[in-house]
């Protein structure tokens, strides 16, 4: 027996094994009896090779959302030595009483395609294939309509596995107008699509306070750490970060004159109320906010606040400086 | 299809759900069954083949019985493409969500929420219920902040259902309002965005409409014609435009959006170059606007000295108050 199993089969063989077993296999009776290890064994293979090919599988396993469940000795719960292993039923299997019709399967389906990263993408569909694994099948796609999710920032993935296993996040993040990033510590409690930009919520430690932090202004990686937080923190957490831009929203207001006619007054005029003189636009983000109004260069001009008509007035100074004249100081930097 | 290699992870999670599959659907093609797990029919007729070695543990230096092991019908295999489960073992039951699943459906069910064929059904809650309740642990809250449904995107919508053209007046950016007439084909929703993707009437060709653009949306009772016609590709431009250079830190690249492609990028140390095609070069200084001078538009010179000139006009505003 010289053909080497693929660790796909191994996983699967050990998945089934702790499915068939009530009151679990120890770690020595899954590595001499479960093929894949079996055969190793068999072959001579070390044991502290085998056990930490069954630690990693049981770490893949889990991070597939399978239950494995250890049960270890009562009286000292340290000593894993004569540990058993096994998969729970009502933990792995979905609920029984859990059903979908037709016509939420059709807008399922449409949920799943949502995403245009790749491995976000890949995971709506496999929760949607899962669906039909039970047997139904859609309505009528529907059709017409492309709504479309992109997560472009690097730090999407590390944070939201923080999340999910309630870790601290370092990251450096580096506020408008400031040189220097700055080393931020949090417990991400929730990701947030707001005005189409990607935000973080949660508990900046050394603040020790709520804080909404954008994910384009995060430079380079994001650190998950070994420290954990309760995850009861992470409760409500989306609707809080959802209830807290809006608040900041309805707080930040512009007056504006814009020239009717004008991309600026289309745009502006969604989100707009109608004042004596101009309009007066809710804002978020005072940068991001003044980005957007120097794009419409001269159909738009801030009467106030003043740090907005500074921000606007800075903005268009540096587009003019940096597409100057002279060519060669532009271009040869 | 997907072409990229399998992983054993990747693996090992399509068997816990193509068990339950086959053994919920009886025989299935192996076409079709390649098509629902997004895999060549090559990988997913290998996939079945090793199916037949996985089964429950033996015991030490004996082979497992036949009866331990999964088996399938290998002559409705071979003969007719056909796959079916004929022992099974274990695996029957479909396994929970993962938290990422969950969290990505979830996601997307707040994104379609705001489709009105979405929101008129009505379940939408019910999902965001179920779906909470049958992943194995608790997904990451994702929240997708919903858009508002307005007379313009709910006007379009009813075209498209009831498949006539609509018609608006188009106020594209540094033009003269236009009234167009288009067979609605499909509704773009991207950050944040809403486009209609249809034909134009007045331009006889596939075009794509920024919904903020459009006012006066008035439903016509012409049927659509051009229904089957391909979409365009909303934000790569077309052939015969013009390419625009622009050179800009990498970590800003992300907020160009769609603009970016794999094909059209190059990086020079810590800065990107990207070449973006607009029917109209000087159109980039509006997204020049945007980087506040930390975009550099290099080329052609029209875009370069519009984008310096669209700053200094609207700078003069300030300084003539």
């Given amino acids: ?333 | 299809m997907a072409d990229r290699p399998l992983l054993a992870t990747d693996r090992v999670r399509a068997y816990l759900t193509l068990v339950p599959y086959l053994l919920e659907r009886g025989q299935v093609s192996l076409a079709e069954a390649a098509r629902e797990f997004d895999v060549s029919t090559t990988d997913m007729r290998t996939m079945v083949e090793k199916l037949t070695v996985i089964g429950l543990p033996g015991d030490s230096g004996y082979w497992q019985q036949p009866h331990e092991l999964f088996d399938i019908n290998w002559d409705l295999l071979d003969e007719e493409d056909i796959i079916e489960i004929t022992n099974d073992v274990g695996l029957r039951r479909v396994p929970r969500f993962t938290a990422r699943e969950a969290a990505a459906l979830l996601a997307g069910l707040q994104m379609v929420a705001a489709v009105p064929a979405v929101s008129d059904s009505g379940l939408v809650a019910g999902l965001l219920a179920k779906l909470a309740r049958a992943a194995a642990d608790a997904p990451a809250d994702v929240v997708i902040a919903p858009s508002a449904v307005d007379e313009v995107r709910d006007a379009v919508s009813a075209a498209l259902r009831r498949g006539v053209a609509v018609s608006f007046r188009y106020q594209a950016p540094d033009s003269a309002p236009t009234t167009r007439t288009v067979d609605p084909v499909q509704v773009l929703i991207t950050n944040g965005q809403w486009y209609l993707q249809g034909w134009c009437h007045l331009r006889e060709a596939m075009r794509t409409f920024h919904l903020d653009r459009v006012s006066e949306p008035e439903l016509t009772d012409i049927p659509i014609s051009h229904a089957d016609a391909a979409v365009p590709d909303a934000f790569g431009g077309a052939v015969d435009d013009a390419e625009v250079t622009v050179r800009l830190p990498r970590r800003l690249v992300p907020l160009l959006g769609d603009y970016v492609r794999a094909d059209n990028t190059r990086e020079i140390g810590d800065d990107v170059i990207v070449g973006i095609r607009l029917s109209d070069p000087r159109g980039i200084k509006r997204v020049a606007g945007r980087f506040g001078g930390r975009l550099e538009v290099s080329e052609p010179d029209t875009a370069r000295s519009a984008t310096r000139e669209w700053a200094a006009a609207g700078l003069a505003l300030y300084r003539h108050p």
């Avoid at chain 1, 027996?1 to 063989?13: C, D, F, K, V, Y």
């Fill in chain 1, 1 to 333: 027996m010289a053909t080497r199993i693929p660790p796909e089969e191994r996983q699967t063989n050990l998945v089934v094994a702790l499915m068939a077993t009530e009151i679990g296999l120890t770690k020595q009776q899954i590595l001499d009896s479960v093929s894949g290890y079996r055969q190793r064994a068999e072959t001579g293979a070390r044991a502290d090779a085998l056990e930490k090919m069954f630690e990693r599988d049981k770490d893949e396993l889990r991070a597939l959302g399978v239950p494995i469940e250890t049960i270890g000795d009562p009286s000292d719960p340290t000593d894993l030595r004569e540990a058993r292993y096994r998969i729970p039923k009502a933990e792995y299997d979905l609920p029984a009483d859990i059903s979908f019709s037709p016509a939420e399967l059709a807008v399922l389906q449409l949920a799943g395609s949502v995403w245009s990263a790749e491995s976000a993408s890949a995971d709506a569909q496999a929760g949607v294939r899962k669906i039909r694994a039970l047997g139904i099948d859609g309505d009528e796609p529907i059709i017409g309509f492309a709504p479309r999710i992109t997560a472009r920032e690097t730090s999407f993935a590390p944070l939201q596995t923080a999340i999910e296993e309630c870790r601290t996040v370092t990251f450096e993040y580096l506020k408008p107008g400031e040189q220097t990033p700055r080393l931020r510590v949090m417990e991400p409690l929730a990701l947030l699509d707001f005005e189409a930009r990607w935000h973080v919520y949660g508990i900046d430690v050394d603040a020790d306070a709520e804080r909404t932090f954008l994910l384009s202004r995060i430079v380079g990686d994001v650190t998950v750490t070994k420290k954990g937080f309760d995850s009861a923190l992470r409760e409500g957490a989306g609707d809080r970060a959802l209830a807290g831009l809006r608040a900041v929203a309805s707080r930040n207001t512009a007056l504006l004159e814009v020239t009717p006619g004008t991309e600026a007054a289309l745009r502006l005029g969604r989100r707009a109320k109608a004042e004596v003189q101009g309009i007066s636009v809710p804002f978020v983000d005072l940068h991001i906010f003044a980005d957007e109004l120097a794009s419409y260069g001269p159909e738009v001009r801030v009467v106030e606040p003043a740090v907005l008509r500074d921000a606007v007035i800075e903005r268009l100074t540096a587009i003019i400086a940096s597409h100057a004249d002279d060519a060669a100081t532009g271009r040869d930097r």
